[in-house]
T-cell receptor, first 112, second 110 residues
């Protein structure tokens, strides 16, 4: 079974803090994705990566950056957390460009 | 215009009923299509891929209409356990971006 693991289920951070969300997959998948999910807005793509050290902006990249130094790990960075970044963050990975994605269990981030 | 749009519902149906709903996509270069199921406070999980000729998986049938740029999901003989939010997902062929609709909520009542 594919396993996508996010480092934390719940996080509480203060406004202005730098926040790291980590995601690791164990199936040698090429593609990795970061989404945030908010009520009524669905899943919105923040960034994605189709190879090590490659990254592409999604629909809402502002206020975020990513890092993919190793194939299995994709990190989402909030440079200076703000209250409007309070959300559920979901990481996903897929084998290749036309395969389905598998999700981690999500990180519920609260910025106070 | 959003890249992927769904009727949010909710669809409230009795057990045993048939329920169907659509998802429209705006980019004609989209190449791959999926339906996901998401239970409350859980991550989305793949329900089924959608193939050009349409496909079935038990009580679930998915269809793709490229000319009108929509996919559909039909659930026959609904069970209480089918209550969930159903998300459609689309991959673009030019940059492989995976986009999701906001989801359609289905509630099956006894």
């Amino acid at each position: 079974d594919v396993k996508v693991t996010q480092s934390s289920r719940y996080l509480v951070k203060r406004t202005g803090e730098k926040v790291f969300l980590e995601c690791v997959q164990d199936m040698d998948h090429e593609n990795m994705f970061w989404y945030r999910q908010d009520p009524g807005l669905g899943l919105r793509l923040i960034y994605f990566s189709y190879d090590v050290k490659m990254k592409e902006k999604g629909d809402i990249p502002e206020g975020y950056s990513v890092s993919r130094e190793k194939k299995e790990r994709f990190s989402l960075i909030l440079e200076s957390a703000s209250t409007n970044q309070t959300s559920m963050y979901l990481c996903a990975s897929s084998l290749s460009q036309d395969h389905e994605a598998f999700f981690g269990q999500g990180t519920r981030l609260t910025v106070v | 215009r959003k890249e992927v749009e769904q009727d949010p519902g909710p669809f409230n149906v009795p057990e045993g009923a048939t329920v169907a709903f659509n998802c429209t996509y705006s980019n004609s270069a989209s190449q791959s299509f999926f339906w996901y199921r998401q239970d409350c406070r859980k991550e989305p999980k793949l329900l089924m891929s959608v193939y050009s000729s349409g496909n079935e998986d038990g009580r679930f049938t998915a269809q793709l209409n490229r000319a009108s740029q929509y996919i559909s999901l039909l659930i026959r003989d609904s069970k209480l356990s089918d209550s969930a939010t159903y998300l459609c997902a689309v991959i673009r062929s030019n940059d492989y971006k995976l986009s999701f609709g906001a989801g359609t909520t289905v509630t099956v009542r006894a």
